[in-house]
């Protein structure tokens, strides 16, 4: 049946692509910076300007605390950063966060870890999505005038690639990467220069407009509160730290060392992007609003809903290289395409987060292996149909996403942190060296501050953003940990009920005798070879079966079956309702009553074909007794295939299946043992 | 896989009824009637409207050839009566038209009866279910304003009760049937006694509405096509007569002679009732248009789009019985259950023609076995998707739809009756017996005068109604006709590829030694269940296979198999990608390279749970082997299956699933076989 539901995705999907050996693609530091850091230095496209929206309730007074906002938001990089560098030196084997929490903090822990991540790639596809929706539309107004549509397409069109399994390669992530962050140093670098050296006044499209405060005055209590929630806004600059974490393995030798190097050079990279974009916004008079159909004043008058926000790295861009020019256009270019590839991470991240999870039983385990195509597809298109459906509800806004986003992050930091400092002290319970000693208090101190500041980050995300959107990722986390735990329930109960019992021997287990039958309806060369197989097992008695459908049709065969002199004794059952199912099974019920401690070996002529639609010519019945006969205790069901000139194009068609590339290959780094500590230091 | 897609279908369609044994329900003449003419005798309920309609092309002076419009279709229903009673007793079998043309005319002429029986079954259901919604709605207005709607919604109430077995019951069409025709009979009385005794002047509620002729002073040739084009449409009061002869194995003894009483009883009445109506609605004044927008109109001016133009049965009844009264409200009730007892012949109908045609294999199958839930859901989704499709693009407008409707009936009556003209000259050239042969050659003069008149009419409507829709029917036919000689095909093919060879033995189909190899993942009691099993058959070799995805697992697993002592040596596969069934179908190819004369038994612990998304958890790798393992040559493959404790859900649902009642029982007699007369004369 798996063939028949296969057909559309192939028709789509195409033919896979021929896999090279893992082994041999160790990445260097400068493949992995943008392979891993695509994510957290694409968002410098949306933070800068969520915290001058969010600012921008306050009226456009309250700008002038955007440097500070950057400052706390810098701050936090660099203590996350900080801390990072620990867990890649701890757990170089890769497995991210999950791995930290579960080994230091429980499976709960772990799980919460899981539930969130998974639910963090489903954002960050939705936010990156919308948001290089946004950039490109900055340049292309068609595509601004049909976010919704175009960003669906897009998440279609990755999810494709990603189902037909993209050979993942890091010039791929590279060339954009390092066009993207030139073109935003070099935007700075020339606004500094106009700014600083020539004195130009450059202003951005929208300085002429003036913002209505949403609230006048605001002063106390609520000021804090808004400050608060401008930070949280600015700290979806931090999505996608943890990625170099789980992708130690990939990196070349040493591989600590070298993600820990890396991910210095991400947390420079995107602080001074942040913090540039930042200055260049209000030494530009960039004006952006939370509504910015009612709040932004055209001459008096609100701009109105047909008014499209740009982003604010385009204002930006606008106004320093000048609207339409090759540079403006370039760096949109580049920003929506470091956006997509950011999305695209998602797409490796979430199944090879499902294969780990798999393998400790928390999703089915057919999602373990690696390169099972039909488990990362059902992962990817998962992933995608979530995505979809929040890009759909949120038209597209990635204003309004990013209120759902940064939850998960934060709640992974956090736990991930958290569990460094068990970590360490329990090392430091052990270890008697003075200097790792030292070195491990070190970094203690390190983790340890950085679980108390994410963790004091989530708390005010969690209030300041609660009603604006937070609870849906809460929801979504709730759903993702309820499943695992039913799932991973599921399995130990299972795996309890078939448990081998010690001892001997166990009477049920162990049968005497066997009985085989071979069901027959015609003469043909499926029936003979099933004949000729079921005589070689030399069982203690053998028959063949045939349901008295149509009487003529019985006659013949008795007739033939004598004519041949197959020896092999044939016992027909009557039907008098031109069933099949119910007499064999009532027959096979039949012969276990009379000898209970035998099994009964049924063996079924099959017909092997290569197209979908054969099959729904040929062994239907044979499909629906094979189900009903595994719900009777006893039995064995054996399939005797003969194989139709036809099957030749599903064997091929199997084989070439079976050489499909997984996504997330790459950034994984080459297959090996996923090394068993864990389970030693519990 | 079955069983996950089984679900949605499971949870709307609830529980299966209790079958009762089919020999016992064999219908007597006053049960049969209604069972068999719901279709025929539910056709004037809008057969005279059309008629009324297509003269109005030429004005209301048009009317006046109502009449003999009216003679031409009694006459032909006659005939076709007539044909049919002959048809009855030659061919007692019940195999209808099909069986009559294969028979005489060959396998082709068959094809086209089937597929012509097959779009008429969806175009009963559409027109029936339309004009009973227009039934309803002359006496609750919301049902015709929501026509499409409501259609929609009781195809898809009809089928769902299909879907679920009902038992059919003579008693459900008895009463209906009986009081719509009484109804009907007391409206002409009425009428009758009103207008001749009484002298009433009776007005129909569009009496004083004027017809503006599309085409004034008609006549000649275009005069001579309308007349032609009128009786096309009033042919379709024949609809469903050929039903009959499709159902003789349901009557009692003299089973041909009470058929063909019956049959006669069926003529009478609906020929009286098509009469009788006609001649109320021209008494009455009724005024119909083909485009009542348009032609209609009330004071000179125009009705408008909104005007609804009610069935001329429900006119009628409105100014003989009074609008609203009690009979006005009975007789539209009645009218509308009628139709929808049609409509549900053809779901009756379909399957069972979809069961002569797999047994002659045009068609899956899995299709010919009696009360084989799947094939008849099938059959019946499939009917009920065609009908849906057709009641939307037509606005669920019986006029429009009944331009299809003809074709379909008239060739299969065509080509019945001149098989039977064929059947009777076979017959009289071996026959000698004088009284006899008298008879015989009566017999071909009535089914000679049969095929010639109703050829005749097939030609008329194929002219006159082509444009106006009647190429649709034959687009479906085409269709029907195609797949099912590519289905034949097909399966003559693989007959012809898997005929057993005479002579005594066959070289590839006798392997001399069979290699058993057991799959092991971990010692549990599937697998102890299946290596006792294993040992049990005793092969020639037998060996426990592992892949290697995990060492340490692995290792585990062979320190256990050694503690425990198991005599079955483990052999294990590596598996650098972490893939299982590419090592396993290596392996079993080279073993077979090996020895290519030996099979291989490939032996695979399976775990049976209850429901769908427990089968998600569990047995994929197994499931994806198993289909590879297929294609390979020389191999057959064991399932050792494991109840768990859950399976006991599913054992019990498939037992209760097994006792569901197929549809069209009734009507088609009690199970027996169908004489291969057709065979032998051949």
Same mark, same amino acid.
């Given at each position: ?16 692509? &021929? ?238 060392? *070298? ?88 797409? *490796? ?15 089915? &385990? ?215 199912? &119910? ?13 209970? &401690? ?62 499909? *590339? ?21």
């Amino acid at each position: 049946m798996s063939k028949l539901t296969d057909v559309p995705k192939r028709i789509l999907i195409g033919r896979a692509l &021929r896999s090279d050996r893992l082994a041999e693609t160790l990445l260097p530091k400068r493949i992995a910076l943008p392979v891993f850091a695509s994510d957290p230095l694409s968002s410098v496209a949306y933070a800068p300007g969520e915290v001058l929206l969010v600012l921008s309730i306050a009226g456009v007074s309250a700008y002038h605390f955007a440097p500070w906002i950057a400052v706390a938001v810098v701050v936090l990089m660099f203590t996350v950063v900080a801390s990072y560098r620990q867990n890649v030196h701890a757990y170089p084997s890769g497995g991210g966060d999950y791995e930290v929490a579960t080994t230091n903090l429980g499976p709960k822990a772990g799980l919460t870890v899981a539930s969130a991540l998974l639910v963090d790639y489903v954002l960050t596809v939705a936010v990156s999505i919308s948001s290089g929706v946004e950039n490109l539309g900055s340049a292309i107004p068609f595509i601004v005038e049909n976010k919704v549509l175009c960003a669906v397409g897009i998440i279609v069109l990755l999810t494709l690639m990603n189902l037909r399994g993209v050979k993942e390669s890091g010039k791929l992530f590279a060339i954009p990467t390092y066009v993207f962050v030139s073109s935003v140093f070099l935007l700075i670098a020339w606004g500094a220069f106009r700014g600083l050296v020539l004195g130009d006044s450059m202003k951005a499209p929208t300085s002429d407009l003036h913002i209505e405060p949403e609230h006048q005055g605001i002063a106390g209590f609520a000021l804090v509160f808004l400050l608060l929630r401008t930070f949280s806004s600015g700290c979806a600059a931090l999505t996608g730290v943890e990625a170099i974490s789980n992708g130690v393995p990939a990196f070349r030798k040493p591989k600590s060392k *070298n993600a820990a190097t890396t991910l210095a050079l991400m947390g420079v990279f995107a602080v001074s992007m942040f913090c540039g974009i930042i200055g260049l916004a209000l030494a530009t008079d960039v004006h952006m609003a939370e509504n910015p159909a009612k709040d932004l004043l055209r001459d008096g008058v609100p701009v109105g809903a047909d008014y499209v926000q740009n982003p604010v790295i385009s204002q930006v861009a606008a106004a320093v290289f000048g609207d339409g020019t090759f540079f403006f256009v370039l760096l949109a270019a580049a920003t929506a395409l470091v956006l997509f590839l950011a999305a695209n991470t998602a797409y *490796n991240g979430f199944p090879v987060l499902g294969s780990i999870l798999a393998q400790d039983r928390y999703l089915p &385990r057919q999602l373990h292996t690696r390169g099972d195509r039909l488990a990362f597809s059902n992962g990817i298109v998962l992933l995608a149909g979530a995505a979809i459906l929040l890009v759909w509800i949120y038209g597209a806004d990635s204003t309004r996403l990013i209120q759902l986003y940064i939850v998960g992050v934060f709640v992974s930091f956090t736990l991930s942190q958290t569990g460094m400092v068990r970590h360490w002290n329990r090392h430091l319970a052990t270890e008697r060296d003075p200097a790792t000693r030292r070195r491990m208090i070190r970094s203690r101190a390190i983790n340890a501050f950085g679980a108390f500041f994410t963790g004091l980050v989530l708390v005010v995300v969690l209030i300041t953003k609660f009603e604006h959107g937070a609870w849906v990722s809460l929801v979504g986390m709730v759903i993702f940990y309820a499943v695992m735990t039913a799932v991973r329930k599921h399995y130990d109960r299972v795996s309890e009920e078939i448990a081998a019992p010690e001892g001997p021997s166990d009477d049920t287990l162990r049968p005497s005798r066997v009985h085989s039958v071979v069901l027959v309806s015609k003469i043909h060369r499926p029936t003979l070879r099933a004949l000729a197989y079921a005589k070689l097992m030399r069982s203690d008695t053998l028959e063949a079966l045939s349901v008295n459908v149509d009487p003529a049709e019985t006659k013949a065969l008795r007739a033939e079956w004598e004519r041949r002199g197959i020896d092999v004794p044939l016992k027909v059952l009557d039907s008098p309702y031109r069933e099949i199912t &119910r007499p064999v099974i009532e027959y096979v019920k039949s012969l276990r009553k009379e000898s209970p &401690r035998d099994a009964v070996s049924v063996i079924i002529p099959e017909y092997v074909v290569g197209h979908w639609y054969e099959q729904l010519l040929h062994n239907q019945s044979a499909l629906r007794l094979k189900g009903r006969l595994l719900f009777t205790p006893g039995i064995m069901v054996t399939s005797v295939p003969y194989q139709l000139q036809s099957s030749e194009v599903a064997r091929k068609r199997a084989r070439k299946q079976q050489e499909w *590339n997984a996504p997330g290959s790459v950034r994984r780094g080459p297959a090996q043992e996923r090394p068993k500590e864990t389970d030693a230091q519990r």
